[in-house]
């Protein structure tokens, strides 16, 4: 072994002669079922494992592993596993905030680097996975001769337990439908199904898993397959004959224009209700897929917590990578690849799922019924009960370019369930999250209403936009915060909403309808729903034990399917009509589709109850209100006009890459929601480049038009005026977001946040958005052939500054300031002219700041019982142009990145290490004179 290595286990030994005790589990860790199952065989958590040199234990992992200080190794060793010579499969649960870490594991048969990818910081687990060689009861140690991740757990499974590649299948007879441009071909014999464009396989031997009654089948326990159904666009195959079982499976194939859709039915062939579990309608091995440098495109499930969006190369996918309701795995030359996404979304939530080891694919599935940190879950989701029990639809699709792919995926969704049929037109006007936050007061809002009156409201709906000014989160606060109103927060607000229409615009309000904003249990008890005999604690949601569920982001999950949580939003929106507001926006939607115990005893999952709740929302709502979703599934989709794309995003450079990475992926969503809201624009403050580029990214999400600036304030700033009006005064721009689409991006990189050029077109007509992120002054050139259907361009303009493009030989090129954008329209033209070249305009640069970063942390949206959130520091601190910063509060992290396995806690208790203390400082002593005898003999 390396030097490193024998000094490690060196300094170990002195450590394990001090040892007192020595964790039973180290010496007998938890054992699983047995290989070819998915269960590991062998678990070693991290906080069981004998920490040497500086490592050390706290928080349910291993810290300072690898260099710390510079200089000192810290490991872990785990000794004499209880496991055979041979090849296994290890999945390491870690935690790590930067890139460059890795871990070295040492075992006696060899080491093994592993490289680590950012799981978005020290308190959010992540997976990866190795191959690793073991000597039958020999040791384990993890270190690394850099720094290192946090270590939570090892799992320890048989190399063929997930196997890289399908067996060869004996092949059988087989019936094929034509699909979206695709050919289904389905073997009866072994039952699995394959993919194929022209000659070209690009699905191989997909089969199927569900588990029924607590067991997990699979294709391969149904020995007898018939076909039940078969026309030109369908194709049903009865799955029977289970040994000892009475259960039958139908696999439903239709073919549409965007390709393919798929689901399982589960039978009781005795008469008896069963349960489904999760479920695999696609589940394949990395040869099944036909791809070559894969990316996988990882979608989260909601835009808490500022997650994003993920390109993730196929080196590093972990073990697994999961995404929601939809991903793809494409080429990243090409561009050509697989499209999979849940159709449905009335019952359970889907994971997209790629697992990687040593750099490649191993395994890839779409499971129904799957819930994890992703989706905030504390505890499995729930099951579906019947005689006849159904997977979703899934959708899977080719494309030649997967950015056509996403959005067949976001039409076949549209054609399986309409989005909502929006009246409304843009949105346009303010938000008060954005600057005013907790300082909300009736005098700066009235304010703020005339400012909009008087400079930009004519521009606004010139463009075709509806003007609204909106109070967000605090504004209950309107009338104490304003000494000089006399009245009560009733007559704040109706005045409020009256002077709004006086200058002809409408009046916006929030709610958080599944969540309530309370510090303690007591506090629960003590507030009774109004109308009602309810208490709030009545109303919480509970983990099947019958505990409160808790808090997420701070405030407390109210249980969708309760009456009181019902009576508690009818209350608040009949409040909010009798007051004339007409915009709604609903906030930390996600508490409603947790999984946990409901009241309602029929509705078993999440999804099933948040379901309840938006379409009781709906009923009240009865399209009175514009709704606007801001911290929200992205899936479904109908209940909305406008859905809120990102997490909160301010003025600063990191809060436009934050929204333009969800542009990216998921442009898609213009054809599910009306109006994608790309959060409020704020733009003082900030160098004139950075808000270019902040509005920039406001007009290409598809759009709402909002400012987040204080435009009371604005009033008496000609600074802030002059910059508010050059940016939001320009007609010709603000209809490019009244068109309603969202643009594309002109091409990705795996492993990078965002693109930085995106690009749409208009009949005869292309639009181009590029974003310059750097420090300094850069040229950027597009190839335009690709992006204009054949046609050419015959004039370049940049919409900002209204300066002439130069495109030659089919190339677009602008030299962009630093840390700026542009926004160009290009005339199409079915011939090439050739006229002379326009000079490429180089625009004055602005002065380059250093900088800066908004943290990554929980939504800074938190609420109280009466619509006030109480912040909340789940990851880091509030966002750097926040107002009225509030001490941070004393909950712990939410984890929402990486993998699905929230971080282990030491296990074990006091009593029995006391009862081993002696037996385990001679089975320390023991041990360590074992390995120093081993050591000599080597």
């Known amino acids: 072994m390396k030097k490193q290595t024998l000094f490690r286990k060196s300094a170990v030994f002195v450590l394990a002669l001090c040892l007192t005790v020595l964790p039973l589990c180290v010496l007998f860790p938890r054992q699983a079922s047995a290989a070819g199952t998915g269960e590991p065989l062998l678990t070693l958590e991290g906080v069981d494992g004998v920490p040497g040199g500086k490592a050390t234990v706290g928080n349910g992992k291993v810290n300072d592993l690898g260099l710390s200080g510079g200089e000192i190794e810290g490991n872990v060793f785990f000794f004499d596993l209880p496991l055979k010579t041979g090849r296994y499969l290890a999945v390491i649960t870690y935690c790590s905030g930067a890139d460059d870490r890795y871990f070295i594991i040492d075992t006696d048969s060899g080491s093994v680097k592993l490289p680590c990818p950012n799981t978005g910081g020290f308190d959010i687990p992540g997976k990866a996975s190795a191959l690793l060689d073991v000597t039958e009861h020999g040791d384990l140690i993890v270190g690394s001769d850099w720094y290192a991740p946090d270590l939570v757990r090892i799992e320890l499974y048989a190399d063929d337990a997930f196997p890289l590649d399908g067996t060869d299948l004996v092949r059988g007879e087989t019936e094929t439908l034509g699909c979206g441009g695709a050919t289904l071909s389905f073997d009866l014999k072994n039952g699995v199904w394959s993919l194929y464009t022209g000659e070209t396989e690009r699905i191989k031997d997909c089969f199927f898993t569900v588990t029924v009654n607590g067991r997990q089948l699979t294709n391969e326990d149904f020995p007898v397959r018939e076909i039940k159904e078969k026309s030109e666009d369908l194709l049903t195959v009865r799955h029977s004959g289970e040994k000892g079982g009475d259960v039958e499976v139908e696999q439903r194939f239709r073919a549409t224009p965007e390709g393919l859709e798929t689901a399982l039915t589960v039978l009781s062939s005795n008469g008896k209700e069963l349960t489904l579990g999760d479920a695999s309608p696609v589940l394949l091995h990395t040869g099944g897929v036909g791809v070559e440098k894969g990316v996988f495109l990882q979608i989260p499930f909601d835009n808490d917590a500022w997650t994003e969006p993920r390109f993730l190369a196929e080196d590093r996918i972990g073990f697994p990578s999961v995404g929601w309701e939809v991903g793809a795995w494409f080429d990243r030359d090409s561009g050509e690849g697989l499209i999979f996404g849940s159709l449905d979304h009335d019952a359970v939530k889907t994971g997209v799922e790629a697992y ?142 009256a002077h709004c229409r006086e200058n002809r615009q409408q009046a916006g309000i929030y709610l958080t309808p599944f969540a309530v904003w309370k510090d303690s249990e007591d506090d629960l008890k003590n507030e009774k729903i109004a109308g009602t005999d309810y208490t709030f604690f009545d109303a919480a949601l509970r983990l099947p034990d019958g505990t409160l569920w808790g808090k997420l982001d701070g405030g407390w999950a109210l249980d969708p399917t309760h009456p009181g949580t019902a009576a508690y939003i009818a209350d608040r929106i009949g409040y909010f009509k009798k007051l004339g507001f007409t915009y709604l926006k609903l906030d930390f939607l996600t508490h409603g589709a947790l999984e946990g115990k409901h009241y309602d005893g029929k509705i078993t999952t999440g999804m099933q109850a948040y379901n309840v709740g938006m379409k009781l929302i709906e009923e009240l709502c009865q399209n009175d209100f514009f709704i606007n979703l801001s911290i929200s599934p992205i899936f479904p989709y109908r209940y909305a006009d406008g859905r809120r794309m990102s997490c909160d995003a301010f003025s600063s450079l990191d809060d436009t890459k934050h929204l333009l990475s969800h542009i990216t992926a998921c442009f898609f969503e213009g054809a599910l929601y009306a109006f994608p809201d790309p959060d409020h624009l704020v733009v003082t403050g900030v160098p004139e480049g950075l808000a270019r580029a902040r509005v920039t990214s406001g007009i290409i999400s598809g759009a709402s038009i909002l400012l987040g600036d204080d435009l009371s304030k604005a009033a008496r700033d000609e600074t802030a005026k002059k910059r508010i009006k050059e940016l939001f005064e320009k007609e010709e721009i603000l209809k490019i977001a009244a068109r309603g689409n969202t643009f594309r991006p002109v091409s990705v990189t795996p492993g990078q946040r965002c693109a930085d050029a995106y690009f749409d077109t208009d009949g005869d007509t292309l639009y181009l958005a590029l974003f310059n992120f750097d420090a300094t002054k850069k040229k950027m050139t597009v190839d335009l052939p690709e992006l204009t259907g054949g046609k050419f361009a015959a004039k370049a303009t940049e919409l900002w500054k209204g300066l002439a493009v130069t495109v030659e030989n089919g190339a677009l090129t602008v030299s962009l300031p630093a840390q700026d954008a542009a926004l160009i329209k290009i005339a199409l033209s079915d011939k090439a002219d050739d006229p002379t070249p326009t000079p490429t305009p180089t625009p004055t640069p602005t002065p380059t700041p250093t900088p800066t970063t908004a943290p990554t942390a929980t939504d800074a949206q938190t609420a109280s019982p009466d619509e006030t959130p109480a912040p909340t520091s789940d990851t880091a601190s509030a966002p750097e142009t926040a107002v009225d910063p509030t001490p941070p509060s004393e909950e712990p992290a939410e984890t929402n990145a990486g993998s699905e396995t929230p971080p282990a806690t030491p296990s074990g208790s006091i009593g029995a290490w006391i009862a081993l203390a002696a037996a385990g400082a001679l089975l320390a002593a023991g041990c360590a004179v074992f390995l120093i005898l081993r050591k000599r003999k080597k």
């Open 356 to 497: 990687g080891t040593d750099g490649k694919l191993r395994r890839f599935a779409v499971r129904t019924g799957a819930a994890g940190a992703g989706t905030h879950d504390l505890c499995p989701h729930g099951v579906l009960t019947g005689k006849t029990v159904s997977t979703p639809a899934i959708y899977v699709g080719f494309a030649q370019d997967w950015r056509d792919g996403m959005e067949r995926f976001a039409h076949a969704c549209a054609a399986h369930e309409a989005p909502k049929a929006s009246s409304f037109t843009l949105p346009c006007g303010f938000n008060s999250w954005g600057r005013m936050q907790s300082g909300v007061s009736y005098g700066a809002m009235t304010g703020v209403s005339d400012f909009v009156a008087g400079e930009l409201q004519k521009t606004f709906e010139d463009a075709g936009g509806t003007v609204y000014i909106n109070l967000d989160s605090y504004w209950n606060r309107l009338a104490s915060n304003d000494p000089s109103f006399k009245g009560d927060l009733d007559e704040a607000l109706s005045l409020f909403v």
